[in-house]
């Protein structure tokens, strides 16, 4: 049962609409194909994310025919490469019959690859060293399309073969012209053969699909083709893909496409869909009626004229924000943070989000240059990225250039989608995540201007925010309480879901706070603390059970309070349970004070 969205509704009313258009013929210098039903009428649509929407007869099988030049265009130019091929079949539209005999004079070349001429000397260049392994290729290659395997009709090839003489002609003159290799007739068979191969247009679709997903099947997910081959068969298709109708088409609809003379029009929308057509009844030029309209509807209704300005591109910049505006999740004492937050303007983040392309890459670079700021450390947070165009590598390196020759740093952090280009992170500095980023930037600032005593110095216990204010007896009973450990980096000071009955007082070393059971570097974290902070300290409110682990993540020092003694303490000292909790409201605000300011800056 298809899913039922606004997008099948309307293929569904497009479909019932267009049924209604009458006329055309259908073609029927192969014999076999007179017999097609005009009535038959299927439309499909594959996302380059793999939905498929299909109407009325999309699993009808019918003949390839022209459809297939494109495809096995794509293969010649993967086994020869494109200048071999394009010695022989040039780029050119013809504005000529699809079965036109005229070549380029100067070169004797046909015209492109998407007339018979053309066709058949491609279909001589595909590799194998006999017939058989010639049409495996073929067939591989087509079936890496549409990840399905495909049939040979017989009675249509058979009626191709039989009465194919124009072909043949064309054949023969190829070779007479040397633009065709080996037996014309072993040539002419293979290219009635994948003319004669059956699909559905739901095949077509699949096909399409992968046209627009740069050569790479959305549906098995397998390379089909080249990136690089996959743009040069859309630009045929854009320029020579529909007979001689293909300027009025290039105004009309505009994107690349191919129409074959059983009644099949594809469409290829690059980075969105593939949209398969077929209908039999053809229009003088040789194209479906149908599918012609269906794809000036479909152009018309959703906008799909290649050349329409979509550019927005500075929306590739989310938002940014300083370094005093947003604090890593590492933990520090309140003189840390006020030193942090001194230096602020020293660190910028730039959010980047959605394409990188030309434009916004220009836009970007430009957001940082001109940053009246000038920090020194400018992160660009590429976790909301999802493609940077690998030809924008330079412009990336030559930003970190321009900023190091101004005595500025570049840092890239989060730059993780399947588009981001291998190489991209090794431009300039760069993290898995920003926060990361943050916390690196954070403890240079710290090294280079904190005057008070630094996490890897131990610190006395009597120096903990949370017993401030405590002297004299009282302070000498928690004293008095406590017991001293250390732990070895990866070793658990907590677990979640087990009893909170301590407070822990770290006097040296780093201790993070990770949900789950995961120790992978980072990705669990929630936040980390070092000497000087007291951690689980929610044990003395509530009780209950960790709502996370503490794990050590360098060798750690640390003190213990149980709650037991403490909630003893305070029976007998009631001003120690008093200070205490003072001093714990109080770090509980600024710590709440601080994620406001974190979900503030990364709401806007
Ligand atoms: N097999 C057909 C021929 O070469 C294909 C024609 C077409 O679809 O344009 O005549």
């Not at 096909?207 to 990136?227: F, K, M, Y």
């Not at 690089?228 to 300027?247: K, P």
């Not at 952090?413 to 431009?427: E, M, N, Q, T």
Request: glycine residues 10%; negative net charge.
């Amino acid at each position: 049962m298809p899913r039922d969205t606004p997008l099948l509704r309307y293929l569904q009313a497009l479909h019932a609409d267009l049924a209604a258009i009458d006329g055309g013929a259908v073609a029927d210098y192969i014999p076999a194909l007179a017999s097609a039903d005009p009535g038959t009428f299927g439309i499909s649509i594959v996302t380059v994310n793999g939905t498929k929407y299909s109407v009325g007869d999309s699993d009808h099988a019918f003949t390839i025919q022209s459809v297939s030049k494109p495809f096995v265009y794509g293969m010649a130019l993967t086994d020869r490469g494109v200048d071999d091929v394009r010695h022989r079949v040039g780029v050119e539209p013809t504005g000529d019959a699809f079965n036109s005999i005229r070549v380029d004079e100067e070169s004797n070349r046909p015209f492109n690859p998407l007339v018979n001429t053309g066709a058949i000397v491609t279909t001589g260049l595909v590799r194998g060293d006999t017939e058989a392994a010639q049409w495996q290729r073929i067939v591989d290659g087509f079936e890496s399309f549409t990840g399905r395997t495909l049939e040979v009709d017989e009675v249509v090839y058979a009626s191709e073969a039989a009465t194919g003489d124009r072909n043949r002609a064309i054949a023969y003159l190829m070779r007479n012209l040397g633009m065709l290799e080996g037996d014309p007739e072993t040539i002419l068979r293979l290219y009635f053969r994948q003319c004669s191969l059956l699909v559905t247009t739901d095949d077509l679709a699949v096909a399409a699909a992968t046209l627009a997903s740069g050569g790479r099947n959305p549906i098995t997910g397998r390379r089909a083709l080249d990136e690089r081959l996959n743009e040069h068969i859309l630009s045929v298709m854009q320029t020579c893909g529909m007979y001689d109708a293909a300027g009025a088409w290039a105004v009309d609809v505009g994107f690349p496409s191919k129409s074959g003379v059983s009644g099949a029009v594809v469409g290829v929308l690059p980075g969105q869909a593939g949209i398969a057509v077929y209908s039999p009844p053809l229009d003088g030029c040789g194209n479906s009626l149908r599918g012609i309209e269906v794809c000036r509807r479909l152009a018309g209704d959703f906008g799909l004229h290649p050349h329409r300005d979509r550019g927005h591109p500075a929306g590739v910049v989310r938002g940014a924000y300083r370094g005093g505006e947003a604090r890593s999740t590492q933990t520090r004492t309140a003189a840390e943070y006020a030193c942090i937050e001194a230096h602020g303007d020293d660190l910028t983040v730039v959010e980047v989000q959605g394409l990188v392309r030309f434009a916004e890459a220009e836009f970007l670079v430009g957001f940082v240059v001109d940053d009246p700021t000038r920090s020194r450390v400018v992160v660009l947070d590429g976790h909301r990225a999802l493609l940077v165009d690998d030809h924008l590598l330079p412009m990336f390196a030559e930003l970190a250039d321009l900023l190091t020759a101004a005595g500025r740093t570049l840092v890239l952090a989060g730059f993780d989608a399947p588009g981001i280009p291998s190489g991209f992170d090794r431009l300039a500095m760069s993290f898995a995540q920003v926060d990361d980023a943050i916390e690196w930037w954070e403890d240079a600032v710290l090294a280079t201007h904190f005057t008070g005593v630094g996490a890897d110095v131990a610190r006395p216990v009597t120096e903990q925010e949370l017993l401030h204010g405590l002297a004299g007896d009282d302070l000498d009973a928690v004293l008095g309480a406590l017991t001293y450990g250390a732990l070895e980096p990866g070793a658990h000071l907590a677990r979640e879901g087990k009893p909170a009955d301590a407070v822990f007082f770290l006097l040296a070393g780093q201790v993070s706070v990770r949900l789950g059971t995961s120790l992978a570097p980072g990705s669990a974290r929630v936040a980390a603390f070092g000497g000087g902070v007291a951690v689980g300290e929610l044990a003395l409110l509530e009780g209950g059970v960790r709502s996370a682990s503490l794990v050590a993540d360098t060798r750690v020092e640390f003190a213990t309070l149980t709650v037991e003694d403490f909630t003893r303490i305070s029976g007998e000292r009631p001003t120690v349970r008093a200070v205490v909790m003072g001093n714990l409201a109080r770090s509980l605000a600024l710590r709440l004070r601080r994620a406001n300011d974190r979900i503030r800056v990364l709401d806007r």
